[in-house]
């Protein structure tokens, strides 16, 4: 009998390398996105659409899916509560996608259970404005509590880069090739060298992801999605240095908080923090070494590779 997943929302940097991987392990793959995609292989479908209820109930009319990974972020958790019981009661298995940045920086290197910024922060302007670390910590725990004994997964991704975003520090996008080709340094605090990076190339995040979906012993669990790199800052921008001839200047954290007064919760508890990740939990669950992925130069590699072919 095929086994088919869904992927909502899976058109994107982590969704793409998802449904790649699942692919290749021999399942059919449905993706609900908004991007103009063409499928080129008959077990993978797209359909340009919201994911809205009406439509959600219109595929599970046809469908019971082995797993569902559910890409969508929920701003208001009453939101993600709404819609639950619909994803829950059409599929064996659904994967819920949280943060690494729920972490606090308590933990070093980051384990599953390390301290969840929600858990212990006293800030009262994170908990009234923050809407991203905090709701995904709200939904994990509406899990925990309140859904305890039904097929979830919790997974807790890093920043994945691919060609739609190179991440070096807050700056995302296409924005460390904008810099390297007009030969203007890019302004990164110095304080930020020698952290680590929360980073990882998002064709092994998909590939653990993909892994897991379809992995009962991953029920009622929670994992980092990493294959734990672990390089600092400084090292990643080294390797754009070498790789697009991009110049960094490291500047003072004043010079960068005036220069980017966006960024916010963002930069304060997450990217100012070291961000080392213990992958033991993940990488036991589907099996594989270290070894088995690629390094974030050889992603960089990769995606640039990808960009040219543009």
Known sequence: MEKRVLLIAGGGTLGTYTYKELLAMGYSVDVICLEDHVSTDERLRFFKAYATDEYLQGMFAKEHYAAIVNFIHYPQTEEFKRVYPLLIQNTDHLVFLSSYRIYADEEHPITENAPRLADVLTDEKF????????????CEDFLKNECASDPW???????????R??????HSGTKVLEYAQRGEAL?????????TAGLDWAGNSGKLIARLCVNPKAIGECYTISSAPNLTWGEVAEIYEELIGLKVKWGS????????????????????????VDCTKVLNAVGMKK???ASIREGIQIELEKLKNK
Do not use: C, W
């Open 127 to 138: 908990f009234a404005e923050e809407k991203y670390a905090l709701p995904k910590s709200q």
């Open 153 to 163: 997964t919790i997974v807790r991704p890093v920043i994945s880069f691919s060609d």
């Open 165 to 170: 975003r190179l991440d070096l520090y807050t």
């Open 187 to 195: 302004l990164i605090p110095a304080e930020a060298k020698h952290k």
């Open 253 to 276: 954290e004043e010079e960068y908080l005036e220069k980017n007064p966006q960024i916010g919760f963002m930069y304060h508890y997450d990217r100012k923090y070291d961000r080392a």
């Open 291 to 293: 070894e088995d992925f």
